[in-house]
């Protein structure tokens, strides 16, 4: 068994071991970083934070670098997608920039995934691989429609609004916020219309917006199902 | 016609008879518990509350102790899930440990279905066992997709309007609750973005939450449909 | 051509006209009835309305008299569901009950349907109804996991929340309407959680919530893609 | 290659230029006019703004009279819904009228649709064309359904409201936008009930209305899947 086997693969008990072992501390470094955001921490409690984040590092340091020695081609690794994420997760303690780019971190949750290569999953995966190929098409589509939606309600609201709340619809710009909490249904209520027009035209942009929000979930519905009987026959 | 088969089967009348009046009770004790719940009851109304609760309470525990006696092994029963819940629904009454756990006797209230073993029931449920079968796999990768996005959701939206908002999003615990009534689309309103980039954040967020959040109705459908035809055939 | 052939059927011109005349009559007193309500009228409008009202009655009352005397067997129109609500329309304003009825007459706008007695719709209304008929079984199941789900909210909302917002949350019976807003995903933001266990709690609700509110969608699905199936083989 | 070949098609090279050309010019006026509608701009990017919207309108100017002149038949392409369109975007500038109709420009944004004109998009688009040919009769069903249910509760909750808040439930017209807001889960928080009887109604409210918004997502998920199926074939 030699050290690639280990680092690179998840076969052997070793190289299982060491996937769990970078799979906590990734865990555990989000958790860190979360907790360190909470205010009035105790000053103990933030030496300790400190003191693990800088072990985290180390460690993940380390991993990188048994990464970089032990693939195949060296550039192959470096600059994959791991790659990349893996040294953005440690550049940010070392250069001590200001900017936390710790939060992606959680990107390397995607790992996991790595750790379970057994069939069920992969097939799950595959099965949301076709679905999406089945569906790129529609989605395009309607990820052009919502655009042109937003965009077109946003223009109606302010002719509508910007006369009576000239503070909330300044601009088209700020009229999006309103289209983007409406058309989705969220709906905060810090910015409604108030005045008949609007209220009109909220209706109508509604009536759209709503088809349009129901389409991904037909889409992907229609998608699986043809995908799960293909897999059938 | 035996007290075992009264008890634990509902083929017989007085086995009928006998799940019908606990269902009784635990629908009327549920009321009771919630009436008892409003402010200002007069005092009449709260002495019949304490001796219905009293009187519900000794049939439970009757109930409890012929279902012990009549089970073919004792602990088949104690240890089984409605065993555990028929206790923790009688316990606190005698243990008056302050926290009521009677609210558990809802929970109870899925015995409905053991009274309704009628094939068309069963079939449906069996429907739904076979979707959730069919859908499992995607649907636990569709959890962690949530989970991740939420965390994500709650990190970006407190590096965005913690400097605007410090009372709001105190921490990433704090904006969570942020995360989780937009990504659901309750949208309260008691914590909203007001800077730029928490809004574009929003926007960007709630167009992935709202994919995540359809897929589960596609994942349904397409197992459902898929159960129907197989039966069909 | 016979006057039961024009008051009963649609086939015949005079008979189609009779079911327009009815059907504008309809939509011309929901109108008045809905002008009615706007606060502020000039005192000529709200005379207008009077006598519209006393007009359109009297037609609706030779209506109901013609539909009586044509029917080939009185009981069977009198005690049907249009028969009764055909007289629920009229009586009110005879009888001045104070109690408004008259918003019963938009119900009579489902004879629109009577009208458009084309093969098309007909097979639309029977799809529906086929799919309706494939989908009953679970739709029950979810309307009584809607109830229990409701109910159990309410149950935990009150007692998180109870202490913090005495008020808001004064009873189970309070909470319910948290519970509908919520699960609904509305939100209108007078009611919501503001201690840590309650948001917990209302993810945990959420996450359950959502999976209910998604379940219909998926049977009408998956019951109409059926249903169409079966009518291409 | 003649004019007429540039102008009107897209399958040589100076014919996608020109349609690149046009498509550039409408998404850089779409921006202008957004941006426009800022508050506090500087003179200097008020006076930049005024000579591109003169630039782009003397462009779309000739663009049309281009389309006008290289048409087979002259009335095909003036009458058309591109040319009236085309002609409504240019007119506002030339008239001066004070009603901005710039916004329409958007609607030629379709016209990207012509660019792509490659055989996977054609067939997407047929897809969703044949899909809302097999819901069209069910979609128009609940349309109408949308419309009664709206105005039911609209009546409702006036009846129910109109007492405890008369100012917001000034009129049934009035209660309709708090039935819009509801319906659509959308929720703002400027309207909802405040009694009992309102809060309940609420509820039965939703229950029934959630069922109809779901209903699109069912058709379009039934449609899109028989379409896909019957392809397969």
Redesign the interface.
């Known amino acids: 068994m030699t050290l690639r086997e280990i680092v690179q693969e998840s076969d052997t008990k070793p190289g299982r071991a060491f996937d769990f072992t970078v799979l906590f501390l990734i865990v555990f470094s989000?958790i860190t970083?979360?907790v360190e955001?909470?205010?009035d921490l105790p000053p103990m409690a933030q030496s300790a934070l400190r003191i693990s984040e800088f072990v985290v590092t180390v460690l993940f340091t380390i991993e990188y670098g048994l990464r970089v020695a032990t693939s195949t081609k060296k550039g192959s690794y470096v600059f994959s997608f791991y790659g990349v994420i893996d040294l953005v997760a440690i550049l940010p303690f070392y250069l001590s920039l200001g900017i936390?780019l710790r939060?992606l971190r959680?990107v390397r949750?995607l790992r996991?995934f790595r750790l379970f290569k057994l069939t069920?999953?992969t097939?799950?995966?595959e099965?949301?691989g076709k679905a999406i190929v089945?569906a790129r098409?529609?989605a395009?589509?309607f990820l052009?429609a919502?655009f042109?939606l937003l965009?077109?309600s946003s223009?109606?609201i302010?002719?509508f609004e910007?006369a009576a709340q000239p503070d909330t619809f300044?601009?088209?710009?700020h009229s999006?916020?309103w289209a983007?909490?409406?058309l989705?249904?969220?709906?905060?209520?810090?910015v409604?219309p108030v005045t008949l027009g609007g209220?009109v035209f909220?209706?109508v942009v509604?009536?759209c917006g709503?088809?349009v929000?129901?389409?991904?979930?037909?889409?992907?519905?229609?998608?699986?199902?043809?995908v799960?009987?293909d897999e059938?026959r």
């Open positions: 989000i970083l979360t955001t909470l205010p936390d939060a959680a949750l996991v069920r999953y097939r799950a995966m099965r949301f089945h098409e529609e395009m589509i052009f919502t042109i965009y077109l223009i109606g302010y002719y910007h300044q601009s088209v710009f999006m916020w983007v909490a409406t989705t249904t969220v709906g905060y209520g810090d409604y209220k909220t209706f509604l009536m709503l088809g929000v129901a389409v991904p979930a037909g889409l992907v519905a229609a998608a699986l199902t043809k799960l009987d059938e």
